[in-house]
Every structure is written in C-alpha cells, then in structure tokens.
Antibody
C-alpha cells in the first residue's frame, strides 16, 4: 500500500522557517518524481514544487521566489521542503504527492500538514 | 503560465442527476489534463488522467473528455458519495489547477 505521511507543520512567525518532511512507503521511492502541493484555508489547490526523479531537476512555482528548497533522500524514502522567510499568505495545508509513471498525473497524496504563519 | 478556468464554481444537483463540469486552458495542453475529487478535510483523489483515462478503482459513472483547451468531467448519475469539490489540473510544467467546482445538494 502506498503511504505518504507528512510532518513538520506548525505555527511560525512571519519571516521564520520550517522544514516539512514526507515519509514514503509501499513503493520504490527513488523511481518516482514527487511534488508538494498546498491549499490555503477554504481555498483551492496550488502547486508548489516538483522533484523529477530521472534527472534530479527541481521546479518551483513563481511565488516561491527562492524561499523554499525541495530535496529528497532516496535511502530514507523521504521528501523535504525547507521553507524560509515565511509569509502570512504561505499559511496552508501542505501535501506530499507522488507523480505517477508515464502519463499518469498526481496519483497518491499524503494527508497533509498544516503550516500557520502568524504573529 | 497556463491558466485553468473551471465552470461553474458551484453546482447544485440531486442524486441521479447527470452532472458536467467544464475546464478551459489558456493555451493548448493536448491531453495533459487530470481531474481530482476532494472531500472536506481530506486529501484530493485522482479520478481521471490524460483527459479521459479512468484511474483504477474509480467508478465508471465518472468520465472525462476533451483535448487542446476544452475539457469536461461528467458524472452520469450522481451518487450520495459524489458531493464534493472537483479540480482540474494541467500537468505540463509548470503545473496548475483550476479553481474548483463544488457539487452540492440541491
């Protein structure tokens, strides 16, 4: 069974930092591209970043603007998102999401971890 | 970046109704279009990818069509479990989602 479990969310002041983690199991982690997607309270889904497994390319949404860094440790079956200089509008549930093989889209989602940026 | 526009934003329907949701891309995305279902407090669930391919385990009352810039998600006979919010997504880099369509009880 594919499982993605996020952790590391919490309350942080504007300008602060957080590191999100995602523990993966039930599939060969190293062979899949992975994503972070977020959802602000009461709002829609917003793509954050993608780590392409086959060439290690990393892509970020424009709003990231150098503040977030996505990484992975294939040996630990883990995905990370280091978030710096957080803003109030970064408040959201952050989902760890697997990118399916071939033509399949985002096929498995974690339960999400809530990040609240507030003073 | 490619913008995705869904309509309607809210849809009121009854059990047994045929429901159609539309998603338009600001430029051609071929068939790189997925549909997701999300229930309150839960993670989204993939329903359809490549515009019309049903994800494994998804009921056959769900179907998708379209290519280029215009796409539709159809629920042939709405069931109680289908009241939820639906999102389209184009999956060319950079990846973008539509704003969502909430299907509510009429």
């Amino acid at each position: 069974e594919v499982l993605l479990v996020e952790s590391g969310g919490g309350l942080v002041e504007p300008g602060g930092s957080l590191r999100l983690s995602c523990a993966a199991s039930g599939f060969t982690f190293s062979t899949y591209s992975m994503n972070w997607v977020r959802q602000a309270p009461g709002k829609g889904l917003e793509w954050v970043s993608t780590f392409v497994s086959w060439n290690n390319a990393i892509y970020y949404a424009d709003f990231v603007n150098g503040r977030f860094t996505m990484s992975r440790d294939n040996g630990k079956y883990s995905l990370y998102l280091q978030m710096n200089n957080l803003r109030v509008d970064d408040t959201a549930v952050y989902y760890c999401v697997r990118y399916g093989y071939g033509e399949v889209a985002f096929d498995y989602w974690g339960q999400g971890t809530l990040v609240t940026v507030s003073s | 970046d490619i913008q995705m526009t869904q309509s309607p934003s809210t849809l009121s329907a009854s059990v047994g109704d045929r429901v159609t949701i539309t998603c338009r891309a600001s430029q051609s995305i071929s068939s790189w279009l997925a549909w997701y279902q999300q229930k309150p407090g839960k993670a989204p669930k993939l329903l359809i990818y490549k515009a019309s391919v049903l994800e494994s385990g998804v009921p056959s009352r769900f179907s998708g069509s379209g290519s280029g810039t215009e796409f539709t998600l159809t629920i042939s006979s709405l069931q109680p479990d289908d009241f939820a919010t639906y999102y389209c997504q184009q999956y060319n880099n950079p990846w973008t989602f539509g704003e969502g369509t909430k299907v509510e009880v009429k």
